[in-house]
């Protein structure tokens, strides 16, 4: 089982194109080897394969804040969870279950109002992780540079203390618990930890 992440960047054009490219492949990156675990195209698309489903989400919502740093900018991610059937040389030829719902999930996610979605072959793994999404959405959409910042470093950098985090992003301890707690980041970790719960069910 894996995962695909298949997203698109919103306000592309309104946007510094340069600026939410290099955070763009460097989230990516992260993830392996382009083309073959990930690729950009179409302009502002994207699709990225997670070899351990149950980093996929922890995945999608570091590349979220990570887009977020930019004012105005926002991403759209499908996370879709199942398998790989055919291994291509680039990840936008390989297929399998995983693909055909990340894929599917990608352009429902206008009509269902979310940035950010989960889909597997099981509906009701699905329908509660996205619950938990949609509450959670009411906070991301609308966080701040500042706070998308904070988050993404704190994911990044989970054993860094508040003091650590501080000193990398050049701002006191209190201004890092402040940002944190107004990015909603514990309520992150708890949805984070209750989807790494779950989907060990699916395996």
């Not at 993830?31 to 990930?38: I, M, S």
């Not at 991610?77 to 291994?87: E, H, L, M, P």
């Amino acid at each position: 089982m894996i995962c695909v992440l298949t997203g698109d960047i919103i306000n592309s054009r309104r946007s510094d194109t340069k600026r939410w490219l290099k955070i763009l492949r460097n989230e990516l990156s992260k993830t392996g080897a382009t083309p073959k675990n990930w690729e950009i195209y179409r302009g502002d698309s994207f699709q990225a394969e997670i070899k351990n489903p149950a980093q996929a989400l922890h995945v999608a919502l570091k590349l979220k804040a990570a887009i977020k740093t930019l004012k105005g900018t926002d991403v759209r991610i499908a996370v879709g969870i199942g398998d790989k059937t055919y291994n291509a040389k680039t990840i936008t030829e390989s297929n399998g279950s995983a693909f055909v719902h990340s894929g599917q999930l990608a352009g429902e996610l206008k009509s269902l109002k979310m940035n950010l979605a989960v889909r597997s072959h099981n509906a009701d793994f699905n329908n509660e992780i996205n619950l938990y999404l949609k509450l959670l959405l009411l906070i991301m959409d609308n966080w701040t540079v500042n706070a998308a910042a904070t988050l993404h470093a704190a994911l990044e950098y989970p054993d860094k203390s508040q003091e650590a985090l501080g000193k990398l992003l050049k701002v006191k301890q209190n201004a890092v618990s402040t940002r944190l707690k107004r990015a909603c980041y514990y309520e992150v970790l708890e949805v984070l930890q209750m989807y790494q719960t779950k989907i060990k069910l699916l395996q």
